[in-house]
């Protein structure tokens, strides 16, 4: 019974001193705390600061560069391929031969169609002169007529003669004609086994793209030999949204950065806008002139085309890191120097890029927070761990 009580005692008097130790610290953190009696937080945040400058309304696009002519050479017939003039990488000129074609057929059918050209030839001088002949006669006979020596028939059938020799001779005309046309047919027809390649505009030198066939290949009419692209002026090629299609106009200047030549910044003119969006990605198709005439661009290369669609000057920047939305409203929080504390500040943003944006309202001057803003609230305390630094180092110094 003895060792019950004791117990009971000492049971009783630990709960009292955990009591007792739990209404100190209780009382000790409301003391402490701030509103809602809980204890205050401080914030390690980092901080960036409020500037002047000109802004850029622009946009950044990527895309790829084309060639801004591009064909394929390919000969009008048939044959064997007795000979290839270019390889990939060569410079041809406008009415350069590419390829030859075996021509001995051709050749042959060319002699034809001469032979048979002078064959129509004589024919139509023959029938022209016996035109002459029955043409005479037939005056002949109509005077002799009016003179009462030649008699009705007589007349009849020297314009019956007349009448035949001149249909005749009509066609031998035509037959002379038709030879003609052969012999045209049959030189073009040889002519096309030497194979060119011709354009009507852009500079005279073009280049081999690709070499498709080699000598010794039997060929259709139409199968590509080559291929024959414009470099000296390139097409860039960029996909734009519906927010930027309308900013965008024929004319405005584009920086165009190659991927693959790092640091190196070109200068391009908008020049096509398509009139439609694509309904599936909701982007048109935008094209710039590239002007390449040391060839350092080639088609194929992927680029970054950045667009300046408007600049303010000498305007209130801030890191776009800063900006955060609290109770639907966008805003900063400005850092208050002497207090330490971090006060929210709904603003007004004009232009913006990925890195910075512009404060049209209210002024703000100072620094703004860039790190840690998503865990603090406005009037809470903060601490700058780089000012730290720097105040540690310079008393270090000291």
Same mark, same amino acid.
């Given at each position: 019974?003895?060792?019950?009580?004791?117990?009971?005692? @000492?049971?009783?008097?630990?709960?009292?001193?955990?009591?007792?130790? =739990?209404?100190?610290?209780?009382?000790?953190?409301?003391?402490?705390?701030?509103?809602?009696?809980?204890?205050?937080?401080?914030?390690?945040?980092?901080?960036?600061?409020? *500037?002047?400058?000109?802004?850029?309304?622009?946009? @950044?696009?990527?895309?790829?560069?084309?060639?801004?002519?591009k064909f394929q050479v390919a000969p009008k017939t048939s044959g064997r391929i007795k000979k290839v003039n270019f390889d990939?990488?060569? *410079?041809?000129?406008?009415?350069?031969?590419?390829?030859?074609?075996d021509d001995e057929e051709f050749i042959l059918a060319v002699e034809q169609a001469e032979a048979a050209l002078e064959i129509?030839?004589?024919? =139509?001088?023959?029938?022209?002169?016996?035109?002459?002949?029955?043409?005479?006669?037939?005056?002949?006979?109509?005077?002799?007529?009016?003179?009462?020596?030649?008699?009705?028939?007589?007349?009849?059938?020297?314009?019956?003669? #007349?009448?035949?020799?001149?249909?005749?001779?009509?066609?031998?005309?035509?037959?002379?004609?038709?030879?003609?046309?052969?012999?045209?047919?049959?030189?073009?027809?040889?002519?096309?086994?030497?194979?060119?390649?011709?354009?009507? #505009?852009?500079?005279?030198?073009?280049?081999?793209?690709?070499?498709?066939?080699?000598?010794?290949?039997?060929?259709?009419?139409?199968?590509?030999?080559?291929?024959?692209?414009?470099?000296?002026?390139?097409?860039?090629?960029?996909?734009?949204?519906?927010?930027? =299609?309308?900013?965008?106009?024929?004319?405005?200047?584009?920086? $165009?950065?190659? *991927?693959?030549?790092?640091?190196?910044?070109?200068?391009?003119?908008?020049?096509?806008?398509?009139?439609?969006?694509?309904?599936?990605?909701?982007?048109?198709?935008?094209?710039?002139?590239?002007?390449?005439?040391?060839?350092?661009?080639?088609?194929?290369?992927?680029?970054?085309?950045?667009?300046?669609?408007?600049?303010?000057?000498?305007?209130?920047?801030?890191?776009?890191?800063?900006?955060?939305?609290?109770?639907?409203?966008?805003? $900063?929080?400005?850092?208050?120097?002497?207090?330490?504390?971090?006060?929210?500040?709904? $603003?007004?943003?004009?232009?913006?890029?990925?890195?910075? $944006?512009?404060?049209? #309202?209210?002024?703000?001057?100072?620094?703004?927070?860039?790190?840690?803003?998503?865990?603090?609230?406005?009037?809470?305390?903060?601490?700058?761990?780089?000012?730290? *630094?720097?105040?540690?180092?310079?008393?270090?110094?000291?």
């Open positions: 019974m003895k060792k019950l009580m004791f117990v009971f005692i @000492i049971g009783a008097a630990l709960v009292w001193f955990g009591m007792d130790y =739990y209404k100190k610290n209780n009382t000790s953190d409301k003391k402490a705390g701030g509103r809602g009696g809980s204890r205050q937080v401080i914030v390690a945040v980092e901080t960036g600061n409020v *500037t002047k400058g000109d802004m850029n309304d622009e946009g @950044i696009f990527t895309g790829s560069i084309q060639p801004k002519s990939i990488g060569d *410079t041809i000129k406008n009415g350069d031969i590419v390829a030859e074609l129509a030839k004589a024919n =139509y001088n023959e029938s022209g002169e016996l035109l002459e002949i029955s043409k005479r006669e037939l005056e002949r006979v109509k005077t002799m007529r009016k003179q009462k020596v030649a008699s009705e028939v007589e007349v009849e059938n020297a314009s019956a003669d #007349y009448k035949t020799r001149s249909a005749k001779h009509m066609v031998n005309k035509s037959s002379l004609r038709q030879a003609e046309a052969s012999l045209a047919q049959a030189k073009l027809k040889l002519a096309y086994t030497k194979v060119d390649a011709s354009w009507s #505009y852009g500079v005279n030198d073009r280049f081999v793209s690709e070499r498709l066939l080699d000598e010794g290949a039997m060929i259709t009419a139409n199968t590509p030999i080559i291929s024959v692209i414009d470099i000296t002026n390139l097409t860039v090629v960029i996909d734009v949204v519906e927010r930027d =299609y309308f900013k965008i106009k024929p004319g405005m200047e584009v920086n $165009v950065f190659p *991927t693959a030549l790092p640091g190196a910044t070109f200068t391009a003119k908008v020049t096509r806008i398509a009139p439609m969006l694509d309904e599936v990605s909701r982007q048109a198709r935008i094209e710039l002139n590239l002007k390449n005439p040391e060839f350092e661009l080639k088609p194929g290369m992927f680029i970054t085309a950045k667009i300046i669609y408007g600049t303010h000057k000498n305007t209130t920047i801030v890191p776009i890191e800063a900006l955060v939305v609290r109770k639907e409203k966008e805003g $900063v929080f400005i850092v208050d120097e002497a207090n330490k504390v971090a006060k929210f500040v709904p $603003v007004e943003c004009g232009y913006r890029n990925p890195n910075q $944006v512009e404060i049209c #309202y209210p002024k703000l001057s100072g620094r703004v927070v860039t790190l840690g803003q998503h865990l603090i609230e406005d009037g809470m305390s903060i601490r700058i761990p780089s000012d730290e *630094t720097k105040t540690n180092g310079s008393e270090a110094k000291k």
